[in-house]
């Protein structure tokens, strides 16, 4: 089956402060989604990526869809203390079903 | 636009009673409609999907079933609950293949 890591698990910085996750694979995909989630609440979709080489921003957010289609990551620029949260890649292989990462789970310190 | 209804907000079961989760989608007809749970805030999991009336895939062997008795309304049922069966109740859908939406989530604690 698909293997699919995300890392780091967790993340603990200061406001103001730069953040990249990723997530790699052993499997090719043709769609990378990446969502955040607040506490008690549904995830939100942030970037959607759908083809390899793509980067995509949004605000202060960047996120690429790796050349070889089995990894992804985002960036997050300048943090806000409102960026606290868990993150989740969600790649596509195809029809409509997603992978879930693990999530990285983010705490901003004022 | 479109949007998406999940109840109860919150849900406190003893163990071996009964369950239904009810989601619904309005704005749009005929979508993918998806029930995932996640434990501990950690990682989705996907139950059951759907892509019309009375059509359910599931994913993963469990005393959970699905109903889909509306094409906008998606059900998450169980005759006995289990201990294990406490987490976060996610229903999302999705036009076809593309982006999933999710929905704001069912806290279920079995006690």
């Known amino acids: 089956g698909q293997q699919l890591n995300q890392s780091p698990q967790s993340m603990f910085i200061q406001e103001g402060e730069d953040v990249s996750m990723n997530c790699t694979s052993s499997s090719i995909f043709n769609t990378w989604l990446w969502y955040k989630q607040d506490p008690g609440e549904g995830p939100v979709l942030l970037i959607a990526l759908y083809k390899a080489g793509e980067l995509t921003s949004n605000g202060r957010l960047t996120a690429q869809f790796g050349i070889t289609r089995k990894d992804s990551f985002l960036n997050i620029s300048a943090s806000i203390p409102s960026d606290v949260g868990i993150y989740f890649c969600?790649?596509?292989?195809?029809?409509?079903?997603?992978?879930f990462g693990e999530g990285t789970q983010l705490t901003v310190n004022p | 636009s479109q949007t998406i209804h999940q109840w109860p907000a919150t849900l406190v079961q003893p163990v071996g009673s009964p369950l239904s989760l009810e989601c619904t989608v309005e704005g749009t007809s005929n979508p993918n409609l998806y029930w995932y749970r996640q434990a501990a805030g950690r990682g989705l999991q996907l139950l059951f999907y759907?892509?019309?009336?009375?059509?359910i895939s599931s994913e993963v062997p469990q005393n959970l079933s699905a109903s889909r008795p509306q094409d906008r309304q998606f059900i998450l049922s169980s005759k006995k609950l289990l201990l294990s069966d406490s987490g976060f109740y996610l229903c999302a859908w999705s036009k076809g293949a593309d982006t999933q939406y999710f929905g704001p989530g069912t806290r279920l604690t079995v006690l």
């Open positions: 969600a790649p596509r292989v195809s029809g409509s079903r997603l992978t």
């Open positions: 759907s892509v019309g009336i009375g059509q």
